[in-house]
């Protein structure tokens, strides 16, 4: 059986690369569309022996959407290791310890119902599927409340306490108020 005849680059280029451009152009940056057709057309120029005449346009593309894929990938941005501003662990434990001697006063001063879903949740690891069973909920309506909750355990905490993060989001100071206290 004969190996079929090499794919004719120059009919393909014809026929294809025009549609190639436009494709590509609406992708990317239309002053690196010709270079992005281009290095496909390289490409088929090296592998025409491979494909076969039937195929060439699915196997156009699809080299083109890898080659679009890759122009993308090539211009993610990056984040410089050296500019990120990393709180020591030291300092953000001592934070995190300083924030949970906050934890009850606050919990106090939400409603007993969102205080008791933060507990049972985050606090003492109960899964939201077992606690709305137990409660007779549904889970959605849980997640809700959970939710909730939270919005107002962080609305509290920021009313009473001065958290301070460093540039990558780790707590690194807490100055609470005296206020931070129960309900009254």
């Known amino acids: ?41 390289v490409k088929l120029l090296e592998r025409r022996a491979e494909i076969g005449p039937e195929s060439v346009r699915a196997w156009l593309f699809a ?27 030291e300092e953000v434990n001592d934070t995190i310890g300083a924030l949970s001697d906050c934890l009850d006063p606050v919990l106090r001063m939400l409603p007993d119902t969102d205080a008791d879903v933060v507990r049972r949740v985050d606090l003492e690891g109960e899964a939201q599927t077992e606690l709305a069973a137990k409660l007779g909920v549904p889970l ?16 509290a905490f920021d009313a009473c306490c001065a958290i301070h993060v460093a540039r990558d989001g780790a707590p690194v100071a807490v100055d609470c108020a005296p206020r931070c206290g129960p309900r009254e």
């Open 1 to 41: 059986m004969e190996a079929p005849p090499p794919v004719n680059v120059a009919a393909a280029w014809h026929d294809l690369g025009e549609r190639l451009r436009v494709y590509v152009a609406r992708r990317v940056d239309p002053g690196d569309a010709d270079d992005i057709v281009q290095s496909v057309m």
């Open 63 to 89: 080299v083109t959407r890898n080659a679009v894929a890759e122009y993308y990938r090539q211009r993610r941005p990056s984040i410089d290791v050296d500019t990120i501003d990393l709180a020591s662990s």
């Open 140 to 155: 959605s309506t849980l997640k809700s409340r959970v939710q909730r909750a939270r919005t107002k355990l962080r609305a």
